[in-house]
């Protein structure tokens, strides 16, 4: 992994939505530029303690972006290349990298090959594209989302020069959309090729299911999206069943042997975590969950500020959790800052202890409604947290052997190992 996405701790957004664009791009359009909105963001982004600026779709679109007709091109809904410039350069001046989303799987129907393709199916152009039962495949059942042929090498070849491009413009890494549908030894050989003119370039890819550690093997990716975290974390909370989250700390030790995974609690793609834990006393637990194990952390934008939204299996489902933000961040209601200090204080830990991207985990203690384990470093086990949770109704008595270590977080003002009802400690060495 580059030595920079070693401290990454990223704010995703999905910038059509953040800055209220039509959601479908005119046919005949000048130029807007809400891309400059971000600019009023960028020094919420530092000051909530985040290095890194992973930016959905932002390139020439018929609707949500994930259906590219222009590579190559600003989405005119955002703003041009002189706006992605200016972005780019002042989130350099306040350190933070930009990860660009790529959607190398599938692309719109008004994509320039595809229009020749369907005019001529056999010609050069129609190699571009997959065939299914005589038809064009297309993406999961999307009938505007026409998918690639990555046995074509002129697919291959396109890829790699896009790739590039936005890398030779500034951006420091890509986000591979719906990698899992692409074939691992295309995505290796587009790295391989990139990696010689760009060695600092930083891949995570997109994968929901599977072994997240065998995906990154043979892709050649960095990083992959740890969906089975995400899951387990609300989903033990819920439950109050800590038997969930500890399995699958185990599972992602394991992940951590071979990637880095990005892990979060939320993204455009699905239900807010505000609304997604029942019982908001138990946000604060997800929190520091995310915050203390080994990956890559991803705060996705609106959820530091408490943010509610379900995601709907639906046409404009997505809509609720991929709302207009204000132009600043003065403009955010008074109730999610309470929520946005926390994760300041959880991020600022975690910058403390840099070592834990790469940290495992081990349990101490576990039973319905509270969970101790151990997060360390493989390296050095000396460095070491101790994370409590408790999401009981009465208090709870870790039996910590050997003790020794201080309060460095936490709800309430205890410490020791007594955690009290619905509350939550860091232990360590200052």
């Given at each position: 992994?580059?030595?920079?996405?070693?401290?990454?701790?990223?704010?995703?957004?999905?910038?059509?939505?953040?800055?209220?664009?039509?959601?479908?791009?005119?046919?005949?359009?000048?130029?807007?530029?809400?891309?400059?909105?971000?600019?009023?963001?960028?020094?919420?982004?530092?000051?909530?303690?985040?290095?890194?600026?992973?930016?959905?779709?932002?390139?020439?679109?018929?609707?949500?972006?994930?259906?590219?007709?222009?590579?190559?091109?600003?989405?005119?809904?955002?703003?041009?290349?002189?706006?992605?410039?200016?972005?780019?350069?002042?989130?350099?001046?306040?350190?933070?990298?930009?990860?660009?989303?790529?959607?190398?799987?599938?692309?719109?129907?008004?994509?320039?090959?595809?229009?020749?393709?369907?005019?001529?199916?056999?010609?050069?152009?129609?190699?571009?594209?997959?065939?299914?039962?005589?038809?064009?495949?297309?993406?999961?059942?999307?009938?505007?989302?026409?998918?690639?042929?990555?046995?074509?090498?002129?697919?291959?070849?396109?890829?790699?020069?896009?790739?590039?491009?936005?890398?030779?413009?500034?951006?420091?890494?890509?986000?591979?959309?719906?990698?899992?549908?692409?074939?691992?030894?295309?995505?290796?050989?587009?790295?391989?090729q990139v990696r010689e003119t760009h060695p600092e370039a930083w891949f995570v890819a997109e994968v929901i299911h599977g072994d997240y550690g065998d995906f990154a093997r043979a892709s050649g990716v960095d990083s992959v999206t740890q969906y089975e975290l995400w899951k387990a974390i609300w989903s033990s909370?819920?439950?109050?069943?800590?038997?969930?989250?500890?399995?699958?700390?185990?599972?992602?030790?394991?992940?951590?042997?071979?990637?880095?995974?990005?892990?979060?609690?939320?993204?455009?793609?699905?239900?807010?975590?505000?609304?997604?834990?029942?019982?908001?006393?138990?946000?604060?637990?997800?929190?520091?969950?995310?915050?203390?194990?080994?990956?890559?952390?991803?705060?996705?934008?609106?959820?530091?500020?408490?943010?509610r939204g379900v995601k709907e299996d639906r046409v404009g489902g997505d809509d609720a959790v991929r709302p207009e933000f204000p132009p600043t961040p003065g403009g955010l209601a008074p109730f999610g800052w309470a929520t946005y200090r926390l994760h300041q204080r959880l991020i600022g830990l975690r910058r403390?202890?840099?070592?834990?991207?790469?940290?495992?985990?081990?349990?101490?203690?576990?039973?319905?409604?509270?969970?101790?384990?151990?997060?360390?470093?493989?390296?050095?086990?000396?460095?070491?947290?101790?994370?409590?949770?408790?999401?009981?109704?009465?208090?709870?008595?870790?039996?910590?052997?050997?003790?020794?270590?201080?309060?460095?977080?936490?709800?309430?003002?205890?410490?020791?190992?007594?955690?009290?009802?619905?509350?939550?400690?860091?232990?360590?060495?200052?």
């Open positions: 992994m580059t030595l920079w996405a070693d401290h990454a701790i990223f704010w995703h957004v999905y910038p059509l939505g953040f800055v209220g664009a039509a959601k479908e791009a005119p046919l005949q359009t000048g130029v807007a530029h809400p891309l400059g909105r971000f600019e009023g963001w960028l020094d919420y982004l530092t000051d909530l303690g985040c290095s890194g600026l992973m930016l959905g779709p932002i390139f020439a679109s018929a609707s949500h972006g994930y259906d590219t007709v222009d590579h190559f091109r600003i989405d005119p809904r955002l703003g041009d290349d002189a706006d992605f410039e200016r972005l780019q350069r002042l989130a350099s001046e306040h350190g933070l990298h930009l990860v660009l989303d790529g959607v190398f799987n599938h692309v719109g129907r008004a994509f320039p090959k595809f229009v020749e393709a369907e005019c001529a199916p056999e010609s050069a152009a129609g190699r571009w594209f997959r065939r299914r039962d005589g038809g064009w495949d297309t993406f999961e059942g999307h009938d505007q989302l026409v998918c690639l042929n990555h046995d074509e090498p002129e697919v291959l070849d396109y890829v790699v020069q896009v790739l590039r491009h936005w890398l030779d413009r500034g951006a420091s890494g890509w986000r591979l959309d719906a990698a899992y549908a692409v074939p691992t030894g295309f995505w290796r050989k587009a790295i391989e909370l819920n439950d109050g069943n800590f038997f969930e989250l500890e399995w699958t700390l185990q599972r992602h030790n394991d992940f951590l042997a071979s990637t880095t995974p990005l892990i979060f609690v939320g993204n455009h793609d699905v239900t807010r975590i505000g609304t997604r834990v029942e019982d908001e006393r138990r946000l604060q637990h997800a929190l520091v969950a995310l915050l203390t194990v080994g990956g890559i952390p991803s705060i996705y934008a609106g959820d530091e500020q408490a943010f403390r202890h840099p070592w834990l991207v790469r940290a495992r985990t081990e349990t101490l203690q576990v039973a319905n409604e509270s969970l101790a384990f151990r997060t360390f470093d493989p390296d050095h086990p000396a460095r070491q947290l101790v994370v409590l949770l408790n999401i009981g109704a009465s208090a709870v008595s870790f039996d910590l052997q050997p003790g020794g270590l201080d309060r460095l977080e936490g709800s309430g003002e205890h410490s020791g190992d007594v955690v009290e009802a619905h509350g939550w400690r860091i232990l360590g060495s200052h």
